[in-house]
């Protein structure tokens, strides 16, 4: 049997800039070609995260080996398994675990995955809300869990949500809301003034706005942060988070790097928490996903989602996302 998957290739020859070539196609494959796995899921949504659009155009080195199929998340309907935990026609998902980085991925009518790797879709979602949230949900509400575990609560002050209206960003804007957060979006678009409010946001603004000083420590102005952007702004936000504040770095829009004193974590007991979605252990992945069905669904899921494209039309949402030119979550319709 054959079926259609977005798959990702390196081009070994040197080309005329001395580079090598990552790029994807569009192609039929056939079932025995995918990475091993116990599980067959016939994929019924994925979605598009940034993480495959740097894959799937080569700008990010994401891929551990090739050719493979993209997309780091999928729902779907169980197809065989011999594995006792799952049967043939449940609905399941899987994000993260290496799918899409060293496993093949979401982005094909079919996966093929080991059992450890699956899960149920949870209560109060369905297959198509799993992809809606995607990594990007799952990794806002990783961030959020871990901060109120690490003692978040509304009276420390407002939070700020970097990239706010991005996937990760939509998804933190409204979750916080949900929780009784007082919520500040940044954006670099102020088109999305209506979009980030209507999410819940208390204020929206631009990262100038924000008129933060470049002082290793000024005056505490924020409860904490979810940032997907990285840098400068990652730096001066934690230089403003008040007494025992939590700041969850999740992404690198902006940059990888960042600059910052510990005056902030010495002086104030800030705490900057790492947020990683693909390597999270299965209990506690398993935890966040029951809570996404349930305290921390997003009221507003149906916003989020912004567009929905069927697999074979995929392959320009990647640079689209990637320049800046899309907004909430972009799903795939692998059906
Ligand atoms: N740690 C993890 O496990 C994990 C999981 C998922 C995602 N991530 C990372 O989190 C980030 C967001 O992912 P996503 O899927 O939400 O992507 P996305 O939908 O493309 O959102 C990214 C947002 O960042 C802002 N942005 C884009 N380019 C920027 C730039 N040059 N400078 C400043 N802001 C910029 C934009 O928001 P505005 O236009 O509103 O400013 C954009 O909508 C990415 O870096 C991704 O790699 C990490």
Redesign the pocket.
């Known amino acids: 049997m054959t079926f259609l998957a977005c798959r990702i290739y390196k081009n070994e020859s040197e080309n005329n800039s001395g580079n090598n070539q990552i790029n994807h196609r569009l192609e039929q494959m056939d079932l025995q070609a995918l990475s091993d796995g116990d599980v067959v899921v016939r994929v019924h949504y994925s979605g598009v995260?940034?993480?495959d659009a740097l894959a799937a155009t080569g700008k990010g080195a994401i891929l551990k080996r090739f050719p493979l199929n993209g997309g780091i998340d999928f729902s779907g309907v169980v197809e065989s398994s011999n594995d006792k935990r799952f049967k043939s026609g449940q609905q399941v998902l899987v994000n993260g675990c290496g799918l899409g980085e060293v496993h093949d991925g979401g982005l094909a009518q079919y996966a093929r995955v080991p059992a450890d790797w699956v899960m149920p879709i949870p209560e109060g979602l369905t297959m198509k809300d799993c992809m809606i949230l995607g990594?990007?949900g799952f990794?806002a509400g990783l961030a959020i869990h871990r901060m109120l575990e690490n003692g978040q609560s509304p009276d420390k002050g407002p939070i700020v949500v970097t990239?706010?209206?991005?996937?990760?960003?939509s998804n933190a804007v409204n979750m916080l809301s949900g929780l009784g957060y007082e919520t500040i979006a940044v954006?670099?678009?102020r088109e999305?003034d209506e979009y980030l409010k209507s999410l819940g946001a208390t204020k929206v603004c631009s990262a100038e706005d924000l008129k933060l000083s470049n002082r290793p420590l000024d005056k505490g102005i924020f409860g904490g942060a979810v940032d997907?952007?990285g840098g400068k702004l990652l730096s001066q936000i934690m230089a403003h988070t008040n007494i025992w504040g939590n700041i969850a770095s999740?992404?690198?829009?902006?940059t990888h790097e960042f600059e910052a004193t510990v005056f902030p974590l010495i002086l104030r007991g800030v705490s900057l928490l790492g947020?990683?979605?693909?390597n999270c252990p299965m209990p506690l992945r398993r935890a966040i996903w029951k809570r996404l069905g349930d305290d921390l669904k997003p009221q507003h899921l149906n916003k989020i989602l912004t567009d929905e494209v069927k697999l074979k039309d995929v392959s320009p949402v990647f640079e689209e996302?990637l320049n800046?030119k899309r907004?909430g979550r972009t799903i795939v319709n692998c059906l």
């Open positions: 995260n940034y993480k990594t990007a990794t990239g706010a209206s991005g996937g990760v960003g954006s670099g678009r999305f997907s952007v999740i992404g690198l829009a902006d947020v990683s979605s693909t996302l800046r907004f």
